[in-house]
């Protein structure tokens, strides 16, 4: 008995996305330059052919008579900041500011704002004077690459975006002041850590409270 | 005073990229089946089950009760576990302590991951926190940490990139003398060198692949231990630490090596093998262990982790690989199995490295035996930061 693959509307949809024509290929081309852009596109190509091997293999145990099942879940979830995140987030949307807490016992920066400091294990950020502002200026202390953008062996679908992303460590805080982000990004090779980035601002009609509030990090 | 408690029996599948002839519940079966003919036992002989895996890698959820026919945990004690890559050996301790309790005879414990059914993104996807703050994508990954990790090593010339495409070779070595390994290509300091980079310095060869399939383990107090087995491997200590003090973005992966608490997971490796070395009494784990088994995500870690452990001064590891100190014949073998690098099952990873540990007491290596290995350590990390460590013994 031989089963039959038949690819899903998805795949059209993902072939149209490797092509470049989503948001997230947007984004990538308005804040790369174009070094790090084909960098980008390579990774496509990277994904594309993954794909295709694992249709081949799909086929060949289809071919060998076993049943395999296709199963997509979509996951849909609301979840609460809480108080601190809350005020953290109306704070970036409102005024354009990073806050964090500063433990009182050890003085540590807790970022983002969490309830409890992690090595004294007393409750933080009930007080005003526990909160304070860092800057959107920092060094960039890691990056991830798309090196080879991951398809959903299922669905074709692609995974993640095609951004880079840098580890920026923001100024008025200390080592642990850490934020993840979209980062602007040349070529590759050059990437170092310790170099310099700054937020980029949505203006103020698209900020939401969420992290994406700020477009990217530009380096400087 | 609780009850001695020994490994009586292990079983392993085969392990690979795909498997899609085989079912999950086939799989683990296979597993138990072999770890049971070890053992000399039958399911009936078995108390208790319990399962590790990584919730919704495979797009499931409540897999421990779709296993039931494979695992034979019907009517029996137990619980499903899940903690990150050191899933395995949660599994592996929490045997060691229900074990030691002496409420039940033989009790058996299962670590498998089959990620040709989807992808692991998806599960981690979900992890908590990153909703609000990983917009990017990018620390969901532990990529960055470990480039980070990386490149620290290299900047404190603890080793050269040249030394780290060594040790990779002396990985693939040893998984070409284990059957159970999914990587069993004998590679070249050239191609590991020359192999595609990802992040700076990180090269897809020094990195863990995605396998397939289960492993299986059966622990047992002494009384039954001694009844059943020729050759049972005593537990003598196990630990657990969870090395997450203060991770500034919950599990993201940002641990620097300028940060106090070093790289992601070295401080959890560190203390986890320190207590077990204080507890034990063993004051110099080079000369006092025969074989280590730990959990190297990558090449990189495998050599920080020696550090870690400290089986060498702090930027030692360079000098270790020179001097091949970890090899099959050299004074301290490492991951004779070829270890996490070679072979990544991510449910079965951590269990695995517990699973070889007993394996080397007991002498049923075949090719990837350490000759008259008498007491042997199994170290794992993970992404929920807990580590595990554990001391195995011949005699007791």
């Given at each position: 008995?031989?089963?039959?693959?038949?690819?899903?509307?998805?795949?059209?949809?993902?072939?149209?996305?490797?092509?470049?024509?989503?948001?997230?290929?947007?984004?990538?081309?308005?804040?790369?330059?174009?070094?790090?852009?084909?960098?980008?596109?390579?990774?496509?190509?990277?994904?594309?052919?993954?794909?295709?091997?694992?249709?081949?293999?799909?086929?060949?145990?289809?071919?060998?008579?076993?049943?395999?099942?296709?199963?997509?879940?979509?996951?849909?979830?609301?979840?609460?900041?809480?108080?601190?995140?809350?005020?953290?987030?109306?704070?970036?949307?409102?005024?354009?500011?990073?806050?964090?807490?500063?433990?009182?016992?050890?003085?540590?920066?807790?970022?983002?704002?969490?309830?409890?400091?992690?090595?004294?294990?007393?409750?933080?950020?009930?007080?005003?004077?526990?909160?304070?502002?860092?800057?959107?200026?920092?060094?960039?202390?890691?990056?991830?690459?798309?090196?080879?953008?991951?398809?959903?062996?299922?669905?074709?679908?692609?995974?993640?975006?095609?951004?880079?992303?840098?580890?920026?460590?923001?100024?008025?805080?200390?080592?642990?002041?850490?934020?993840?982000?979209?980062?602007?990004?040349?070529?590759?090779?050059?990437?170092?850590?310790?170099?310099?980035?700054?937020?980029?601002?949505?203006?103020?009609?698209?900020?939401?409270?969420?992290?994406?509030?700020?477009?990217?990090?530009?380096?400087? | 005073?609780?009850?001695?408690?020994?490994?009586?029996?292990?079983?392993?599948?085969?392990?690979?990229?795909?498997?899609?002839?085989?079912?999950?519940?086939?799989?683990?079966?296979?597993?138990?089946?072999?770890?049971?003919?070890?053992?000399?036992?039958?399911?009936?002989?078995?108390?208790?089950?319990?399962?590790?895996?990584?919730?919704?890698?495979?797009?499931?959820?409540?897999?421990?009760?779709?296993?039931?026919?494979?695992?034979?945990?019907?009517?029996?004690?137990?619980?499903?576990?899940?903690?990150?890559?050191?899933?395995?050996?949660?599994?592996?301790?929490?045997?060691?302590?229900?074990?030691?309790?002496?409420?039940?005879?033989?009790?058996?414990?299962?670590?498998?991951?089959?990620?040709?059914?989807?992808?692991?993104?998806?599960?981690?996807?979900?992890?908590?926190?990153?909703?609000?703050?990983?917009?990017?994508?990018?620390?969901?990954?532990?990529?960055?940490?470990?480039?980070?990790?990386?490149?620290?090593?290299?900047?404190?010339?603890?080793?050269?990139e040249e030394q780290i495409a060594q040790l990779r070779v002396q990985e693939s070595e040893n998984a070409c003398r284990?059957?159970?390994?999914?990587?069993?290509?004998?590679?070249?300091?050239?191609?590991?060198?020359?192999?595609?980079?990802?992040?700076?310095?990180?090269?897809?060869?020094?990195?863990?692949?995605?396998?397939?399939?289960?492993?299986?383990?059966?622990?047992?107090?002494?009384?039954?231990?001694?009844?059943?087995?020729?050759?049972?491997?005593?537990?003598?200590?196990?630990?657990?630490?969870?090395?997450?003090?203060?991770?500034?973005?919950?599990?993201?992966?940002?641990?620097?090596?300028?940060?106090?608490?070093?790289?992601?997971?070295?401080?959890?490796?560190?203390?986890?093998?320190?207590?077990?070395?204080?507890?034990?009494?063993?004051?110099?784990?080079?000369?006092?262990?025969?074989?280590?088994?730990?959990?190297?995500?990558?090449?990189?870690?495998?050599?920080?982790?020696?550090?870690?452990?400290?089986?060498?001064?702090?930027?030692?590891?360079?000098?270790?690989?020179?001097?091949?100190?970890?090899?099959?014949?050299?004074?301290?073998?490492?991951?004779?199995?070829?270890?996490?690098?070679?072979?990544?099952?991510?449910?079965?990873?951590?269990?695995?490295?517990?699973?070889?540990?007993?394996?080397?007491?007991?002498?049923?290596?075949?090719?990837?035996?350490?000759?008259?290995?008498?007491?042997?350590?199994?170290?794992?990390?993970?992404?929920?930061?807990?580590?595990?460590?554990?001391?195995?013994?011949?005699?007791?």
């Open positions: 008995m031989k089963g039959k693959v038949v690819r899903p509307d998805w795949v059209k949809h993902t072939e149209m996305s490797l092509r470049g024509l989503e948001e997230g290929e947007r984004k990538c081309k308005e804040i790369s330059k174009p070094a790090y852009y084909g960098y980008a596109e390579a990774s496509y190509a990277l994904g594309r052919e993954k794909f295709e091997g694992e249709m081949r293999l799909y086929q060949k145990a289809l071919d060998a008579g076993y049943v395999i099942v296709d199963t997509v879940v979509h996951l849909p979830f609301r979840e609460s900041a809480g108080h601190r995140l809350s005020r953290f987030f109306t704070t970036l949307r409102d005024e354009t500011k990073i806050l964090a807490l500063k433990c009182p016992s050890c003085q540590r920066v807790i970022f983002p704002p969490r309830p409890v400091c992690g090595f004294c294990r007393i409750t933080v950020g009930e007080k005003e004077e526990d909160w304070l502002a860092l800057s959107d200026e920092g060094t960039v202390v890691s990056f991830q690459v798309a090196s080879e953008r991951e398809v959903d062996r299922v669905t074709g679908q692609l995974v993640g975006q095609p951004n880079p992303c840098g580890f920026i460590r923001l100024d008025g805080g200390d080592e642990w002041t850490i934020l993840v982000h979209y980062l602007e990004m040349v070529d590759i090779e050059k990437l170092q850590r310790g170099m310099r980035a700054k937020a980029v601002w949505r203006p103020r009609e698209e900020r939401r409270g969420r992290m994406t509030d700020i477009a990217y990090f530009r380096l400087i | 005073m609780s009850e001695r408690i020994a490994v009586v029996g292990v079983g392993q599948t085969e392990f690979k990229s795909r498997w899609l002839e085989i079912s999950q519940v086939e799989m683990v079966h296979l597993a138990v089946k072999r770890a049971l003919e070890n053992a000399h036992l039958t399911i009936k002989d078995i108390d208790a089950v319990f399962v590790g895996n990584m919730e919704l890698f495979e797009g499931n959820y409540q897999v421990d009760m779709w296993l039931t026919e494979g695992d034979g945990a019907y009517l029996k004690s137990g619980m499903k576990i899940q903690t990150g890559g050191s899933t395995g050996s949660s599994v592996c301790t929490t045997l060691f302590d229900h074990a030691a309790t002496g409420l039940f005879g033989a009790i058996l414990g299962i670590g498998y991951e089959k990620q040709d059914e989807g992808s692991s993104d998806f599960g981690l996807r979900l992890v908590s926190e990153d909703t609000f703050f990983d917009i990017a994508n990018g620390g969901r990954g532990a990529g960055p940490a470990m480039a980070a990790m990386a490149l620290d090593m290299l900047k404190r010339q603890s080793v050269t284990n059957p159970h390994a999914h990587l069993r290509k004998r590679l070249t300091v050239e191609e590991v060198m020359n192999s595609r980079l990802l992040i700076p310095p990180l090269r897809i060869l020094h990195m863990c692949p995605a396998s397939v399939g289960a492993c299986a383990m059966i622990v047992a107090p002494e009384k039954v231990a001694k009844k059943i087995s020729p050759n049972p491997a005593w537990v003598v200590d196990w630990v657990t630490v969870h090395g997450g003090t203060l991770p500034p973005l919950g599990h993201m992966g940002v641990y620097m090596e300028e940060t106090e608490l070093g790289p992601q997971w070295a401080f959890g490796v560190e203390q986890a093998s320190l207590k077990l070395y204080k507890r034990c009494g063993i004051t110099n784990p080079r000369k006092e262990i025969d074989v280590i088994e730990v959990y190297n995500m990558s090449t990189w870690h495998e050599a920080e982790w020696w550090e870690r452990m400290h089986l060498c001064e702090k930027n030692g590891a360079g000098k270790l690989i020179k001097e091949r100190a970890t090899a099959m014949d050299g004074d301290i073998p490492v991951n004779p199995s070829g270890g996490v690098v070679s072979t990544n099952a991510i449910g079965a990873s951590a269990m695995q490295r517990f699973a070889e540990a007993a394996i080397q007491v007991r002498h049923e290596g075949g090719e990837r035996q350490v000759p008259n290995a008498k007491t042997a350590m199994a170290v794992t990390a993970g992404g929920d930061s807990y580590s595990a460590a554990a001391l195995f013994r011949k005699s007791l």
